[in-house]
Every structure is written in structure tokens, then in C-alpha cells.
Nanobody, 124 residues
């Protein structure tokens, strides 16, 4: 599956952005999808994930209650709604996919397919 992320931009603290990630192929619905982010000079970190069946969503503690991940399989798209943004949310955000994945979803190595990244800048 090929992934294309979009929706990044610059926003002031407290603002909102919605990221989108669109996948190619007819079997997008069979992929567990995740968002990771990488700030300058830091390692890539898990943000959130949603399973292929949509029965489970999970988030990093740092974004819990502020970010929401969802998907529309009819549009082959996964979304990351980001509210109450903070300067520490500044990073390049990547979407990732792994077919039928269930466990270890906070580990980037679990995901073989990645989008190109979209940059989010939050100013104070």
C-alpha cells in the first residue's frame, strides 16, 4: 500500500489541525493504521493507532484527550484530529500501515509501509 499524508501547517498554541493519510489499493480496510511523529533531533515516537476493524484506538499519553484518530475505509483515508495544540507537538507527522496488525502498535518497526510525512509547527 502507498500512503500520502497531508494537512500539516503552522498554527498557534491552542489551535487545531486535521491530518489526512490516503492509501492506495482496494484492501485499505485490512490495514491497521498509525501516526508517528519526529521532532528535530529526536527519535520517531508513537502518536496513535486504529486497528483495521476500528475496534481499538490507542494514543500516546502526551496526546491523549487532545488528539483523535479515525478512518473512512470508503475513502481509503485515516485522519488525525489534533486539538489544543502545544509547541511540543511541533514535528513531522508520518502515517504508517501494517496489515491485520494487533500487537506492539507503539513500535514503529511493526509498520512496513510509511507515508512521506507532513510538517506541523505550533508557535507559542
Amino acid at each position: 500500500v502507498q500512503l500520502q499524508a497531508s494537512g500539516g501547517g503552522s498554527v498557534q498554541a491552542g489551535g487545531s489541525l486535521r491530518l489526512s493519510c490516503t492509501g492506495s489499493g482496494r484492501i485499505f480496510s485490512t490495514y491497521t493504521m498509525a501516526w508517528f511523529r519526529q521532532a528535530p533531533g529526536q527519535e520517531r515516537e508513537f502518536v496513535g493507532a486504529i486497528t483495521d476493524t476500528e475496534r481499538w484506538t490507542g494514543y500516546a499519553d502526551s496526546v491523549k484527550g487532545r488528539f483523535t484518530i479515525s478512518r473512512d475505509n470508503g475513502k481509503n483515508t485515516v485522519y488525525l484530529q489534533m486539538n489544543s495544540l502545544k509547541p511540543e507537538d511541533t514535528a513531522v507527522y508520518y502515517c504508517a500501515a501494517a496489515q491485520h496488525a494487533r500487537n506492539g502498535l507503539k513500535d514503529a518497526a511493526k509498520f512496513p509501509y510509511w507515508g512521506q510525512g507532513t510538517e506541523v509547527t505550533v508557535s507559542s
